[in-house]
């Protein structure tokens, strides 16, 4: 924007303050300080440049100086006062409209998330922010090891990390209750990817958890979902990926949706362990290391610290008190669909 389309409305009682200011050599009145500020925030409220106003200013006191008396030093003083008050209020109602855009945001990522408006009216809010509703997206959710915010560093970092890497593809990258989110288009299978890994080195190892892609503005909310779900699931199965794909992990919430009979499986199946000396959780641990191992005892043991010949008594004792022989595939199935279970519902820490 050049000088010559900036409104004479605000340069308005600039000349004679000039003059009046430059010939007793007195500083500007609280009232014309003020007159200043309240100008600048209607320039930026109608959305003109500081640059070309602060221009636009000097080009000003550059016409009305041959006929402005006084020193040039009491003029120049003038001069900054001037625009000194008008950038304040310019910049004054600049930090309001961000105030109220970012109040606009998170409104607007809260119903996103938890569906709690209009579909329509939600769908015409989202385009505002770069997003289509009407078609497929996933979300990626980062978890670390401190709570994160709108001004965190952390935010700006994995933004200029995407900005750099796709430029503009339609994502809304945000936080939720001290976690980073990523919205992105369902087919552009590269960038929750490229968040994950950027999230996890900016959050210091942090998790992340991507959701499926769905359709419409109810698939937003499916996604995230998911992604949070992930997360749960991999906090109680111990998992060590620093990356989920819910989409790996359905068989999960399978297992957990009749929780009555998981409940059932795992105190049927193990309960006879809490007569162990030392209790439940030690054999508990060698089951789960032992099938996550593939099976193999000698792995097993390396995982626990133990010696092979205890990792082969402690499978013997558990074949002892529950019946069932951990390396015999008729039993392997059923034993390891219980320590799932308990692991999801935290047995034995918590009764069933």
Not at 90 to 103: D, G, M, N, P, S
Not at 304 to 329: F, W
Request: aromatic share 6%; net charge negative.
């Amino acid at each position: 924007m050049t000088e010559r389309e900036i409104p004479e409305q605000y340069l308005d009682g600039y000349a004679g303050i000039l003059a009046e200011v430059s010939a007793t050599g007195r500083r500007l009145t609280r009232e014309e300080i003020e007159s200043r500020r309240a100008l600048g925030e209607q320039a930026a409220d109608a959305g003109h440049g500081l640059r070309a106003l602060v221009v636009a200013h000097l080009a000003a006191a550059r016409t009305a100086w041959p006929a402005t008396p006084g020193s040039a030093d009491s003029t120049l003083a003038a001069i900054q006062q001037v625009v000194d008050a008008f950038a304040e209020g310019y910049e004054r109602a600049q930090r309001l409209a961000v105030r109220r855009e970012e109040a606009a945001r998170r409104e607007f990522i809260d119903d996103l998330l938890y569906g709690r408006s209009d579909l329509g009216r939600l769908a015409e809010r989202a385009e505002r922010f770069g997003l289509r509703l009407s078609h497929a997206h996933a979300v990626a959710v980062a978890q670390g090891p401190a709570a994160y915010d709108e001004g965190a560093p952390v935010l700006r970092q994995v933004e200029r990390a995407l900005i750099t890497r796709f430029g503009n593809r339609s994502v809304l990258l945000t936080t939720k209750d001290g976690r980073l989110l990523c919205v992105a288009p369902g087919h552009e299978d590269e960038i929750l990817p490229y968040f994950a890994k950027q999230a996890h080195a900016a959050t210091d190892g942090g998790r992340v958890a991507i959701g499926r892609p769905h359709p419409g503005p109810g698939g937003v909310v499916q996604s995230y979902e998911e992604a949070l779900n992930a997360l749960e699931m991999a906090e109680r199965l111990a998992l060590d990926d620093p990356v989920l794909y819910a989409a790996d992990l359905l068989v999960y919430p399978v297992l957990t949706r009749d929780r009555q009979a998981m409940a059932d499986l795992v105190l049927n199946t193990l309960g006879p362990l809490t007569t162990a000396r030392g209790g439940a959780q030690p054999l508990l641990d060698t089951l789960t290391a032992y099938f996550d191992s593939g099976c193999v005892a000698a792995e097993a043991a390396r995982r626990l610290t133990l010696s092979v010949r205890a990792m082969t008594y402690r499978l013997e004792r558990i074949h002892q008190l529950t019946g069932a022989n951990p390396a015999d595939p008729a039993h392997r199935y059923m034993l390891q669909t219980a320590v799932i279970g308990a692991r999801l519902l935290d047995w034995p820490a918590k009764e069933l």
